[in-house]
């Protein structure tokens, strides 16, 4: 398994990282992702192991903290082999200090983050979105304190906007706090907005990304085509998509889809695997979270490393998942000389 630097950090990461928001299902939402129990979670995370996927991701709100209690038990006595990145700032409970990066929800969500996982320490601690109630001093020192408390090892943060990120990492450099390394974002084929203005401020900066659906929400696995019906366990008549999932043109995605049909046909990988090859490919792209509900579907998302495409595959899938930008990208887009785009 190919690693990467995890951003301007020392920390080596593998190119694909294994989500387990798929674990534990207690709502009808996580359902929408899956129901994995504790045999099945751990039976995962040994295949995982033995592909040399080292990097397990999860957060407190996944399942009420249910997906965290089974990757912990699924990695009892492993722990020394893995790389564990969890997420807080969401709401953990009805409480008026349940929620947000305040110092009083932030200790109190890594500690019980810890417990759950069994460990006492976490490799990546990632803020779940920017909290703008709570002042970005407070945040970064609290995070401050916990890494130097030994809790966390690296920071990072997720679904923040370029000026979130850029106002945390000037506070960060200004009082001499500990800095973001890394930003989750959705990135896919057929959800390219990262590239407007993260992904440049990522380069300028040394973010690495750690991209989330990268199958754009089940949109990439192959079995959606134009002129067909959705499958019926397709993620996109879950209430999962319904509710919070990303909006795709449906001419946009058989747009793409079927560039991925050609190209599969010229490699013999499959959709999914291309889809994926493609961001590995992407600047600023450090590791890819794939998930998945069971055994072949997690064997078969191991597929999408260790080899390359071809400049002119790269160049039709550009082709087919191009988009208008929003006001100014496209503006700048008549500037490149002085303002070059990052791909």
Same mark, same amino acid.
């Given at each position: 398994?190919?690693?990467?630097? *995890?951003? %301007?950090?020392? @920390?080596?990461?593998? +190119?694909?990282? !294994?989500? =387990? #928001?798929?674990?534990?299902?207690?709502?009808?939402?996580?359902?929408?992702?899956?129901?994995?129990?504790?045999?099945?979670?751990?039976? *995962?995370? %040994?295949?995982? @192991?033995?592909?040399? +996927?080292?990097? !397990?991701? =999860? #957060?407190?709100?996944?399942?009420?903290?249910?997906?965290?209690?089974?990757?912990?038990?699924?990695?009892?006595?492993?722990?020394?082999?893995?790389?564990?990145?969890?997420?807080?700032?969401?709401?953990?409970?009805?409480?008026?200090?349940?929620?947000?990066?305040?110092?009083?929800?932030?200790?109190?969500?890594?500690?019980?983050?810890?417990?759950?996982?069994?460990?006492?320490?976490?490799?990546?601690?990632?803020?779940?979105?920017?909290?703008?109630?709570?002042?970005?001093?407070?945040?970064?020192?609290?995070?401050?304190?916990?890494?130097?408390?030994?809790?966390?090892?690296?920071?990072?943060?997720?679904?923040?906007?370029?000026?979130?990120?850029?106002?945390?990492?000037?506070?960060?450099?200004?009082?001499?706090?500990?800095?973001?390394?890394?930003?989750?974002?959705?990135?896919?084929?057929?959800?390219?907005?990262?590239?407007?203005?993260?992904?440049?401020?990522?380069?300028?900066?040394?973010?690495?990304?750690?991209?989330?659906?990268?199958?754009?929400?089940?949109?990439?696995?192959?079995?959606?085509?134009?002129?067909?019906?959705?499958?019926?366990?397709?993620?996109?008549?879950?209430?999962?998509?319904?509710?919070?999932?990303?909006?795709?043109?449906?001419?946009?995605?058989?747009?793409?889809?079927?560039?991925?049909?050609?190209?599969?046909?010229?490699?013999?990988?499959?959709?999914?695997?291309?889809?994926?090859?493609?961001?590995?490919?992407?600047?600023?792209?450090?590791?890819?979270?794939?998930?998945?509900?069971?055994?072949?579907?997690?064997?078969?998302?191991?597929?999408?490393?260790?080899?390359?495409?071809?400049?002119?595959?790269?160049?039709?899938?550009?082709?087919?998942?191009?988009?208008?930008?929003?006001?100014?990208?496209?503006?700048?887009?008549?500037?490149?000389?002085?303002?070059?785009?990052?791909?």
């Amino acid at each position: 398994m190919e690693h990467r630097l *995890l951003g %301007g950090s020392g @920390l080596k990461v593998p +190119v694909l990282s !294994f989500g =387990t #928001a798929t674990f534990g299902g207690v709502n009808e939402f996580f359902k929408g992702f899956g129901d994995t129990d504790s045999s099945g979670a751990s039976r *995962l995370v %040994g295949i995982c @192991l033995d592909a040399g +996927v080292t990097m !397990f991701d =999860t #957060a407190d709100v996944y399942s009420a903290g249910r997906s965290e209690e089974l990757l912990g038990q699924a990695l009892r006595g492993r722990r020394d082999r893995v790389l564990i990145s969890t997420k807080g700032t969401f709401p953990t409970g009805p409480g008026p200090n349940d929620v947000g990066s305040s110092r009083h929800h932030l200790i109190e969500a890594v500690n019980n983050s810890l417990r759950r996982l069994g460990t006492d320490y976490i490799d990546l601690y990632q803020l779940h979105g920017f909290d703008a109630m709570t002042p970005v001093e407070e945040t970064l020192r609290t995070l401050d304190d916990l890494v130097r408390a030994g809790k966390i090892r690296y920071i990072g943060c997720s679904n923040f906007s370029g000026w979130h990120l850029m106002k945390s990492l000037a506070v960060s450099d200004r009082y001499g706090l500990v800095r973001h390394v890394a930003h989750q974002a959705y990135y896919s084929l057929v959800g390219r907005d990262y590239e407007w203005e993260l992904m440049p401020l990522a380069i300028d900066q040394k973010i690495g990304t750690v991209v989330w659906s990268p199958l754009g929400w089940g949109r990439l696995t192959g079995k959606i085509r134009r002129g067909s019906p959705l499958p019926e366990t397709s993620r996109l008549r879950s209430k999962v998509t319904v509710e919070g999932g990303p909006p795709v043109p449906d001419e946009l995605l058989y747009r793409v889809v079927d560039a991925l049909d050609g190209i599969a046909k010229e490699t013999g990988k499959t959709v999914p695997q291309i889809a994926i090859n493609w961001l590995l490919h992407r600047p600023t792209v450090s590791t890819i979270i794939i998930g998945a509900r069971d055994e072949a579907q997690l064997r078969q998302n191991f597929g999408a490393a260790g080899w390359s495409l071809t400049p002119e595959q790269i160049a039709a899938l550009d082709a087919a998942s191009a988009t208008t930008k929003a006001y100014p990208y496209w503006h700048q887009a008549g500037f490149t000389a002085r303002n070059p785009p990052p791909v």
